[in-house]
């Protein structure tokens, strides 16, 4: 325990506030509540600003036979409209294959793809003028479901495998064996904020674009190849976004290069800003799935055997897939040892949006396979899930190694669950709950508790490095800023948290300054849940490095050893002297001691050989498991979550107060993919599920009533993370899966729990009583 630990445990009074493990508010909540929050859209436009219409394909698969886009030239209050041919660097803004054009140059692949922008005085004026555009398509054939690419083998990439033991042979010699297909629902982003770039233009070939994404240096590199200069020549800032969840990894490099390609060729200013409905048509989602799979096991339930295959919608293009598909594969097995697996893994190309990163990254797909299967053996059984759960879950000392040969070394599943078990009471309520349904003819009762484990760190090894730069000024205010972005989530005060722990300052002393790619370079994404642990681990390092100095210099001026230099809150204590922060730069200021540092961190102990699909991909793993109960009106389908338990590890919690919002949203982010939000496409291709008016997110009256949540107090990380926290962003997502396996528990209660469901996600309420009739159906048969 750090002495600033040890001292504001001793002392209630918080005379520092600052430091890790502590309860602080986020440091925009006053200003995201009061309306004064600074975001893109709020920054003062310079005059003449133009203001800029993406023009979209109206088919999901055609040639392009010619553009005329001369009207929209000579319309009202129109700077300049911009096709593939006005684009002087590069006509690409993917992350990795190559295959985003800007704008669609001969061919379109899906409705809403961008074809051109029209730059006016005015946003009216400038999607009048993109009215004007005539466009001469050829239709093709158009692929739109996941079923169609496979008959048709269409893939963005090729497939992949996973393979550990003899899965054949253990299927062959299994006592039970089940089969089935399982269908996941993609989700929306639906952030506060939709995509906006303001670009700048500076002077020769620099330009300044403020973006709302969470990878300014992937913007950065795209920007600049799209205006055919090098990335010195573009500076990318955010200071926050209005909500992110991985749709603002990759694809705002397509709205900044526009921005920045208007800015450079009108010399002024340029605004892109979407609204929702064009936001939902052109951006990527949450990639759908369809697995089947093909289970072996023994009387008690265990696993001896099991194939899965993942067919996942990748859209026209590659984007992230490859990575969110491999983490399908990675998460297959969520908290159970299988021993005999073979996961195959297609990655499909249809003529719909490129799906992209959501907050789990294909984790969750992977989650929501496995938790099936153990529900469908559970049923086949006539035994409580949670039984077969406990019996398949990883070994501590043995069974230990997952399907990529990785050995689960921290593993505390068992622990927390039987925590939350008692915590929840969780039997006495699923023992009520049957005899309320034997006495309930309509309305019936579910209740389920599933776990999860959820491995932590870029697979794409090469992305797990940030960097960090601290500045200390002589009246003893420090100037952080560091790679990572801020979305909401709260990183930015966690971060600063790190810094005033090693300084043993008040938080309010360091100033949190927006994310640049002039201050910071060659960042990753803030993304994989890393953010904390990797930017903080660079904070720290920046940060070690200056008060090394002020140690040494104070040592020497001094005249005492180094140890004898101890830092304590708010205050550095040299020999039998003490002194203030400010006091102490100030002297070292005087004396020529350099004041500013850079921080590296590269995570280490991970390697991993993708072409095998082995190795250690993660550093750690994140555990947690909620209890969810639901009610079930079985006449219409609809149905209410009436409680949820969560208890969740995230090792020595850097800020409860915001870990808990983490845990508490993700849950609720997880509930809204699984049961209301569906995404559908009519059979011309177009999005029909793109506005507030068709698309369902959960509202306030959705959180269940009765709403326990608590962050596991036996929580550290055995890693050596910073101050041993665990990473929270993506795994709480997955415990809304409780709420999915509950729903088909109350729907099973039908059959008198003799019959599985087969509930598909997203669980509307439409779904819901079709299971139910299903259900019914087959119990009287």
């Not at 009215?131 to 093709?140: A, C, P």
Request: aromatic share 8%; charged share 25%.
């Amino acid at each position: 325990m750090s002495d600033r630990t040890m001292a504001n445990e001793k002392n209630n009074a918080g005379i520092i506030q600052g430091g890790v493990h502590q309860n602080h508010l986020h440091d925009s909540a006053h200003k995201h509540v009061s309306g004064t929050a600074i975001y893109i859209d709020d920054l003062p436009e310079l005059p003449g600003c133009l203001q800029v219409y993406i023009g979209m394909s109206e088919k999901p698969h055609a040639k392009i036979k010619s553009i005329d886009v001369s009207a929209a030239r000579k319309a009202e209050g129109v700077a300049c409209v911009l096709t593939a041919d006005d684009i002087p660097g590069i006509n690409d803004y993917s992350p990795v294959m190559g295959d985003d054009p800007i704008f669609a140059n001969e061919l379109v692949e899906y409705v809403g793809q961008s074809m051109f922008a029209v730059a006016a005085d005015s946003i009216d004026n400038a999607r009048a003028a993109a009215s004007l555009v005539k466009v001469d398509y050829e239709e093709l054939p158009a692929i739109l479901t996941i079923e169609e690419a496979l008959e048709k083998e269409s893939y963005v990439l090729s497939p992949n495998e996973m393979k550990r033991g003899d899965s054949a042979t253990a299927l062959e010699r299994a006592e039970n064996r089940l089969k089935d297909r399982i269908l996941i629902g993609g989700q929306d982003h639906f952030y506060l904020e939709g995509h906006i770039a303001l670009a700048i233009p500076g002077e020769d070939d620099d330009v300044l674009v403020h973006s709302s994404t969470q990878h300014p240096s992937e913007v950065q590199h795209n920007v600049a190849k799209a205006l055919g200069v090098s990335d010195h020549c573009v500076t990318i800032e955010i200071r926050r976004m209005g909500g992110g969840f991985g749709g603002k990894e990759s694809q705002p490099a397509l709205f900044a290069s526009v921005a920045a390609m208007v800015a450079k060729k009108t010399g002024k200013a340029a605004k892109v800003r979407l609204d929702r409905d064009d936001d939902m048509e052109m951006t990527g989602k949450r990639h759908d799935f369809i697995m089947d799979y093909d289970v072996g096991f023994d009387a008690s339930g265990r696993i001896e055997g099991i194939e899965f295959i993942q067919a996942c919608r990748a859209g026209n293009s590659a984007d992230l897939t490859g990575a969110i598909a491999d983490r399908a594969m990675f998460h297959a097995d969520n908290a159970y040892y299988l021993e005999n697996v073979t996961i195959k893994s297609y990655r499909c190309k249809t003529n719909t949006v490129s799906n992209t990163a959501f907050r789990g990254f294909g984790g969750p797909q992977g989650v929501v396979g496995i938790e099936r299967v153990i529900d469908a053996i559970a049923n086949h059984l006539g035994k409580d899930p949670l039984e077969i759960r406990k019996v398949n879950f990883y070994g501590t000392t043995d069974r230990n190694v997952t399907p990529y040969y990785m050995t689960v070394e921290d593993n505390v599943i068992h622990e927390l669950v039987v925590e939350l078990e008692a915590d929840a009471d969780y039997a006495a309520r699923r023992a009520d709950i049957r005899a309320f349904n034997e006495n309930s003819p309509f309305v019936k009762k579910g209740i389920a508790l599933t776990p999860v484990k959820f491995g932590i760190s870029f697979t794409t090894t090469f992305l797990n490095q940030a960097g960090a730069l601290v500045h200390v000024y002589t009246d003893g205010s420090v100037h952080l800023n560091h790679g990572g972005t801020e979305m909401g989530q709260g990183l930015y005060t966690k971060v600063a948290q790190v810094v005033a722990e090693e300084f043993q300052i008040d938080n309010n002393r360091v100033k949190i300054t927006a994310t640049n790619t002039g201050k910071v370079p060659n960042t990753s994404a803030t993304a994989a849940s890393s953010g904390a642990d990797m930017n903080g681990m660079a904070a720290q390092a920046a940060a070690r490095t200056i008060r090394n100095r002020l140690t040494d210099f104070a040592a020497q001026k001094f005249q005492v050893k180094a140890d004898e230099v101890r830092w304590l809150p708010g205050r550095i204590q040299v020999g039998a002297e003490e002194m203030t922060f400010p006091d102490l730069v100030k002297q070292a200021y005087l004396a020529r001691i350099s004041l500013s540092s850079t921080g590296y961190y590269a995570t280490p102990k991970i390697h991993y050989d993708a072409q095998k699909m082995q190795g250690r991909p993660f550093y750690y793993f994140a555990y947690g498991a909620a209890v969810t109960e639901v009610e079930v009106d079985t006449l219409t389908g609809e149905y209410k979550v009436m409680r949820t338990d969560i208890l969740h590890d995230v090792g020595k919690s850097l800020n409860p107060t915001i870990d808990l919002g983490q845990v508490e949203g993700a849950y609720i982010q997880g509930v809204g993919w699984l049961t209301t939000e569906e995404l559908v496409w009519h059979p011309s291709g177009k999005l029909w599920t793109h506005a507030p008016s068709t698309y369902k997110i959960p509202a306030c009256s959705d959180r269940a009533p009765e709403f326990n949540v608590r962050l596991w107090d036996k929580g550290k990380n055995a890693e050596e993370t910073i101050y041993r926290s665990k990473a929270v962003g993506e795994p709480p997502l997955m415990l809304g899966v409780s709420a999915l396996m509950a729903l088909s528990d109350a729907v099973a209660s039908v059959g008198g729990y003799k019959i599985h469901p087969g509930l598909n996600a997203p669980a509307t309420p439409e779904r819901v009583l079709d299971a139910v009739d299903r259900v019914r159906e087959a119990a009287a048969g």
